[in-house]
C-alpha cells in the first residue's frame, strides 16, 4: 500500500511500524480478546503499558527522579492555563519570552491568570531570530519563565538553555520533545502535546519537578491539577488510553533506534541538508537566523510566490504531501519530526531541485 | 480470532465492526496514504469526518438547532469544572442531586467554583432509590440543576426527566447517551465522557443550548470555554482525533442498527431480561428499587460472597469478562451498553443459572 511523505506539522507522520503494530492487535490485544481501546485503564494489562511506557519515556530522556511524567488531556492549550494555575497565585509574577505564535498565545493566556510580563519578544523581527538572553527584561520575583523550545509556524528553536534566570524555566516542548537530548535539569517544568514527536493527539506529556507540587489554587480543575494527576498515575479518571498506548510503542521504536541521541543524529543531518539545498538556491529562501533555525519545522518561500499553488500541487503529486506553509506565514513549510525518515527529505530535495530547474 | 463478551464499564466494548473497518484502513485512510491519527485536523477529509460524525450525533439524538455540540478532551470529570465556569460566577448556586458517585465527585468540584447546594440525595438509602423529585431542597437562584442521569457504580437511572426546576437541568449522560432516545429539549446542557456507547477514550460530547453561552469566567480555560470551542467547531486546537473517527464510526453503526429507537428496544430487552433471571433466584440479589434500576449497570451480589472469586474465575474463562463490581460496592457488575450483543446477555443468565447450580 502506497504511504507517502507526510511534512504535517502536526498531527504528524508516525513510524509505520507503530501503525502496523497498532493495526495487528487492534482487535485483539495481548490475548485479551478487547481491543486495547475497551480494556479498563484500572487492569493489569493496561496499568503494565502504563507503567513501560512511563519507564521508557523516563529512560530516554534521562528524567532524574525528582521529576514527575504525567500522561494528561487537553493539549498544550490546556497547559497554557494549567501551568499558571498550578504554579502561581493571581497576583504573582511569570515571565514569557515570545519567540512565535505559540510562545503569544501561552503569553496571552497567562495573563488571564497572573501578571505575566513579556520578557522579551521576537516579534520586532518578525519572529526571525531569539532576542539575545543577556537583554531579557525579567522580573525580580517571577515564578517560572516561560518559553517555546520550537516555534512550529515560525521554525525558531532554542538550540541551547538560556542561562540567565533564577526562576524556573516551564518549556512548551511540543514539538521538539524526543527529538534530542534534553537536560531536564535546567527547567521546572516540560510539557509537550503528544502530535509531533510523541505520538497521535489526544495525550498531552507533563514533566514536573516534585518540589513544584502542592501549590496549585484552589480553583485548578482536578484533571489538570499536577499534584493529584502526579499521586494517581495520571488516572484520577480515565485516561487517553489508546493515545497512550500507541504513544508508547513510539517510545519503544525510538529506543530500539537507538534513544535520543540517535534522533539528534538524524534529525540535525536531515535539517542540515535541507537548508543547504534552501541557501544553495537562489529559488528558495528561508529567513530564519541560522543559530536558530529549527530542526523540526523548515518553512521557506519560492521566489516566485505565483508558483505556489504548482508546487504544492506537484509535490502532493510526487507523494509529498502537506509542504503548505501556515496560513500566518504563507509560502512552505516541510516539518520533519522523527518519523519523517531521511529517504523523505533526499526526496523533497530532489522534487525541489527538479521545479526549480522547470519552473525557476 | 476469539472476541470474548466484555461487561466493562468504561473504557467499554465496542462494535466488532467498528474495530474492524479502524483496522482496515489504519495505514491509509480515505486513500490519503496516511493514517487517520496522522492528518491535519483543519485538511478537507477530517473536516469532513468531524462535519459528518456531527451531523449523524445530531440526528441520532433529534437535536434542535439551538443546541450546539461540542467535542472536547478531558473527560466528564473535566466537565465537573467546565460546567460551573462556563455557566456560572463564583457567588451563584446550583443545585446537585447526588444518586451516586458520580454524581457525589460533581458536587464536589463544584463546591470549587460556586455555591453548591445538594438539594437531594440517596446515599441515606445506600444510593438504592432516586428521592422523589417533590421533596428536593431546590434553591430559589439556582444557575442550573445538576443531575447524573445514569449511575454505573450503583446501577440507578433516571428513567424520566425531573419536572421540578426552573433552573436549567445540566446532565452527566456519560453512560446513557445514545443508549436511547433523549428529550435534549428538557436540558441546559448535557455531557458524556465518551468511553461508554459513543467511543474509545480521549472524546467528551458537550450539548449546550445556545442561550448558556457567552457567560464564561474570564478565568475558564480556552480549551473549555463552550462559547470558543463552538465558534471553532471544537477546533479551537488539536482535536482529539482518533477517537472523534471511532466515535464517528459507532455514530454509523447506531444509525444503521435503526437508531435510538432501535437502541432503546434491545437494551430494554437485555436489562428486563438480565433482571428477571437475578429477581428470580434465591442466589444473586440486586438491591436497587426497580423504578430506577439502570438498562446500562447491572450490579449484584451472591448469597455466599465466599463464592465471589470463583464467579469470576469460571465466568472469565467462559469468555464473559470484566464482571467485577466496584471496588466502592463489591460484588459483581454487568455492564450491559449498546455495543454488548443480546447473545452476551444470554451467555452471562446461562452461565449465572449453571454456576449457582453448582455452587448455589
Chains 1, 2 share one sequence.
Not at 181 to 198: C, E, L, S, T
Request: glycine share 8%; with cysteine; net charge negative.
Amino acid at each position: 500500500m502506497e504511504r507517502i511523505y507526510n511534512f504535517s506539522p502536526g498531527p504528524a507522520t508516525l513510524p509505520t511500524c507503530v501503525l502496523e503494530q497498532a493495526r495487528d492487535e487492534l482487535l485483539n490485544w495481548r490475548a485479551t480478546g478487547m481491543s486495547v481501546m475497551e480494556v479498563s485503564h484500572r487492569g493489569k494489562e493496561f496499568v503494565e503499558l502504563a507503567e513501560r511506557a512511563t519507564a521508557t519515556f523516563r529512560q530516554l530522556l534521562d528524567i532524574p527522579d525528582n521529576y514527575r511524567v504525567l500522561f494528561l488531556q487537553g493539549g498544550a492549550t490546556m497547559q497554557f492555563a494549567a501551568l499558571p494555575l498550578n504554579l502561581a497565585g493571581p497576583d504573582d509574577a511569570a515571565d514569557y519570552v515570545t519567540t512565535g505564535n505559540w510562545g503569544v498565545k501561552a503569553f496571552g493566556e497567562a495573563q488571564r491568570y497572573l501578571r505575566a510580563n513579556e520578557a522579551a519578544s521576537g516579534r520586532d523581527g518578525n519572529f526571525r531570530r531569539i532576542p539575545d538572553p543577556g537583554t531579557w527584561r525579567l522580573s525580580d520575583d517571577a515564578c517560572y519563565l516561560h518559553l517555546v523550545s520550537n516555534e512550529t509556524v515560525v521554525g525558531v528553536e532554542f538550540h541551547e538553555v538560556p542561562d540567565v534566570s533564577e526562576a524556573p524555566i516551564a518549556a512548551d516542548m511540543s514539538s521538539t520533545l524526543l527529538s534530542r537530548p534534553v537536560d531536564v535539569n535546567r527547567y521546572g517544568v516540560i510539557y509537550a502535546g503528544a502530535q509531533k514527536n510523541i505520538g497521535p493527539p489526544g495525550v498531552t506529556v507533563v514533566i514536573v519537578r516534585d518540589d513544584l507540587l502542592g501549590r496549585a489554587r484552589p480553583e485548578t480543575p482536578t484533571v489538570v491539577n499536577y499534584r493529584v494527576m502526579s499521586d494517581t498515575d495520571s488516572m484520577s479518571n480515565t485516561p487517553p488510553t489508546f493515545s497512550w498506548y500507541v504513544s508508547g510503542l513510539v517510545f519503544e521504536w525510538i529506543r530500539e533506534q537507538g534513544g535520543l541521541a540517535a534522533m539528534a543524529e538524524r534529525n540535525r543531518r536531515k535539517a542540515t541538508r535541507l537548508y543547504a539545498a534552501i541557501d544553495g538556491s537562489d529559488f528558495y529562501d528561508n529567513p530564519v537566523d541560522p543559530a536558530c533555525r529549527s530542526w523540526m519545522n523548515v518553512p521557506f518561500t519560492l521566489a516566485d510566490t505565483n508558483l505556489d499553488a504548482v508546487f504544492l500541487k506537484e509535490s502532493a503529486g510526487a507523494g509529498l504531501a502537506n509542504l503548505k506553509g501556515h496560513r500566518l506565514v504563507g509560502g512552505m513549510r516541510a516539518s520533519i519530526y522523527n518519523a519523517l525518515p531521511e529517504a523523505g527529505v533526499d526526496a523533497l530535495i530532489a522534487f525541489m531541485s527538479d521545479f526549480e530547474a522547470r519552473h525557476g
